[in-house]
């Protein structure tokens, strides 16, 4: 059965759902997105990624037309077209199309894109929860302005590629000794002591939603933790690491650079707050 997709202003079928070749989305990535997470039928952290995007576009001097009322009003016409329980829509908002291709941004006042479609994906129940994920340390080869939500992946893609063909399961993006985030997520270690520790906020990183709403339920349940950066031999020597993402929620890493973490499975410490994250999502879902 095909797809949804809304664009600029139009809900469509998939195979009818189409954008200009002049997009600037298209020919300079000139574009950023926000990925929501849907539960239970309704949208998870909705608010965060609205601030999100918002941020995105004034860093880049894009225009933002819709409001936050519409974006939500868009995300449940879809969820309620495509039926979707469990799964994800993505948004993304290019530049648009004005004219030829040009390096200049266009004149004030062009009207942006906005293009947005589903995916059903069992999130809650991801057999990597279970098992934990293997990740590999990569160099970090991105842009300067990693705390922008673009749509400028290839480095990302490269580096899973690079995961999958050494038998991992992700990467990690290390700068100068010291690890960023992961390839489409933030990234954590579990001390021997029992502290969490994830890098601080930059421009070497996105401000992941679920990675601030991780902290806040750490606090709540009095984990301590530490935002800084830490070494991959730092990792290699804790007792536990996941990442987060609104995806994966709290993925367990079970294993770095070919070093098993613990005995290998899923640590105490991941697991709960994975079991936490979701309960208190889903008492917010809107």
């Known amino acids: 059965m095909s797809r949804i997709v809304y664009v600029n202003g139009e809900y469509v079928p998939e195979e009818e759902a189409k954008i200009s070749v002049f997009d600037r989305g298209f020919l300079f990535a000139d574009a950023v997105y926000e990925v929501t997470t849907v539960l239970d039928g309704k949208l998870c952290e909705f608010e965060g990624h609205c601030a999100r995007l918002q941020r995105s576009t004034a860093e880049l001097e894009m225009p933002l037309p819709w409001s936050r009322e519409e974006l939500l009003e868009i995300h449940r016409e879809l969820i309620a077209r495509n039926e979707l329980i469990e799964g994800m829509i993505y948004l993304q908002v290019s530049r648009g199309a004005p004219a030829d291709r040009d390096f200049h941004y266009p004149e004030a006042g062009t009207q942006p ?23 590999i340390s990569v160099e970090d080869i991105r842009w300067a302005r990693r705390d922008i939500k673009t749509v400028q992946l290839l480095a990302a893609s490269m580096a899973k590629m690079q995961a ?37 906020l930059s421009r070497l990183l996105l401000p992941g939603i679920t990675r601030a709403s991780v902290l806040k339920y750490a606090e709540a349940a009095q984990l301590k933790f530490e935002e800084r950066p830490f070494t991959i031999a730092e990792a290699q020597d804790a007792a536990e690491a996941f990442s987060t993402s609104a995806s994966a929620f709290v993925m367990p890493v079970v294993e770095v650079d070919g070093v098993s973490l613990g005995d290998g499975t899923p640590g105490p410490v991941t697991k709960r707050l994975r079991e936490l994250y979701i309960d208190e999502s889903r008492k917010a879902l809107l």
Not at 113 to 135: E, I, Y
Not at 171 to 190: C, H, K, M, R, T
């Open 164 to 200: 999958e063909a050494a038998g991992a399961d992700d990467a990690w993006f290390v700068q100068d000794g010291l690890v960023n985030e992961g390839s489409s997520n933030n990234a954590w270690i579990v001390t021997k002591q029992g502290t969490l520790v994830t890098r601080d």
């Open 113 to 135: 894109s906005l293009v947005m479609f589903t995916q059903a994906k069992s999130l809650v129940d991801n057999p990597s929860a279970a098992r934990g994920n293997k990740v």
